[in-house]
T-cell receptor
Framework: ETGVTQSPTHLIKTRGQQVTLRCSSQ?????VSWYQQALGQGPQFIFQ???????GRGNFPPRFSGLQFPNYSSELNVNALELDDSALYLC??????????????FGPGTRLTVT | GDSVTQMEGPVTLSEEAFLTINCTYT??????LFWYVQYPGEGLQLLLK?????DKGSNKGFEATYRKETTSFHLEKGSVQVSDSAVYFC?????????????FGKGTKLTVNP
């Protein structure tokens, strides 16, 4: 069974640029959630995708957007990068959509640095 | 909204010492509760969970009991090892905008010395 994978591992971008982060969900999982973890903080929920549709969003601006593909992999896109976007971005996959408490399995994360 | 408050760190212990990391929560409804662990340079790993009041989650010698009356889910281990050095996060499951998401505490860094 393949776990959650994310790419790239590290990324350095300049303020104002755009970035795309990628996530492959664990085999059999159809729901992907994205979290932002600032240094020294707990992860904060960005949004969740279920069956290729956004299925809930945290307190993040519209310049954070995403996609989910038919194979349940997902992308996180961030436009107009700001210095405060520097963080570890975590992807988590789980087995079902709304109404169920399934365990979320996390990938290793992508470390984004904005200069 | 839902929130999790956990013990501020860092926590430094000697090997074989007893560990307690306190966690309390505020939530509407009846969330599931989790402890995740993050080793240096890695993502989060689920350590244990409890889905209803009085449930005890356990794994690798760690335990936590879901206490609805005190809204707590404290993490304990009777004898820590150097390999337990990591950051520990308490979390609850909550609903926001139609999706089920995890709400995390700020994390507690544990260092175990030989």
């Amino acid at each position: 069974e393949t776990g959650v994978t994310q790419s790239p591992t590290h990324l350095i971008k300049t303020r104002g640029q755009q970035v795309t982060l990628r996530c492959s969900s664990q085999s059999g999982h159809n729901t992907v959630s994205w979290y932002q973890q600032a240094l020294g903080q707990g992860p904060q929920f960005i949004f969740q995708y279920y069956r290729e549709e956004e299925n809930g969003r945290g307190n993040f601006p519209p310049r954070f957007s995403g996609l989910q593909f038919p194979n349940y992999s997902s992308e996180l896109n961030v436009n107009a990068l700001e210095l405060d976007d520097s963080a570890l971005y975590l992807c988590a996959s789980s087995g079902a959509g709304t109404g169920y408490t399934y365990e979320q399995y996390f990938g290793p994360g992508t470390r984004l640095t904005v200069t | 909204g839902d929130s999790v408050t956990q013990m501020e760190g860092p926590v430094t212990l000697s090997e074989e010492a007893f560990l307690t990391i306190n966690c309390t929560y505020t939530a509407t409804g009846y969330p599931s509760l989790f402890w995740y662990v993050q080793y240096p340079g890695e993502g989060l790993q689920l350590l244990l969970k409890a889905t209803k009041a009085d449930d005890k989650g356990s794994n690798k010698g760690f335990e936590a009991t879901y206490r609805k009356e005190t809204t707590s889910f404290h993490l304990e281990k009777g004898s820590v090892q150097v390999s337990d050095s990591a950051v520990y996060f308490c979390a609850l499951s909550g609903f926001e905008g139609g999706s089920e998401k995890l709400v995390f505490g700020k994390g507690t860094k544990l260092t175990v010395n030989p």
